[in-house]
Nanobody, 114 residues
Framework: QVQLVESGGGLVQPGGSLRLSCAASGIIFSIYDMYWYRQAPGKQREWVAVITSGGSTNYVDSVKGRFTISRDYAKNTVYLQMNSLKPEDTAVYYC????????WGQGTQVTVSS
């Protein structure tokens, strides 16, 4: 019954913006720390951002000032607002929840090109 479903990926030009969503179901969302990871072809999966159950946030240095993670407790959804996108941001972005158990979404492709 547990699901994390990402959406919002797509193709954008450098300097553009995109907002990713991760809709959670089957968990007590309010007590889960929520993470975004990404994986580019041929590279290791990389942690990008975290928002704790209490709302504290942190980011990998390469996205600080450009990305914002947030959560809507009423909608059981976590977001990643991505601004000033660069080609090196191209990756599959995954949502992860950590609490009593750990869960992963299926991923959504973000491509920054031309």
């Amino acid at each position: 019954q547990v699901q994390l479903v990402e959406s919002g990926g797509g193709l954008v030009q450098p300097g553009g913006s995109l907002r990713l969503s991760c809709a959670a179901s089957g968990i007590i969302f309010s007590i889960y720390d929520m993470y975004w990871y990404r994986q580019a072809p041929g590279k290791q999966r990389e942690w990008v951002a975290v928002i704790t159950s209490g709302g504290s946030t942190n980011y990998v240095d390469s996205v600080k000032g450009r990305f914002t993670i947030s959560r809507d407790y009423a909608k059981n959804t976590v977001y990643l607002q991505m601004n000033s996108l660069k080609p090196e941001d191209t990756a599959v972005y995954y949502c992860n929840g950590q609490g009593r158990n750990n869960f992963w979404g299926q991923g959504t492709q973000v491509t920054v090109s031309s």
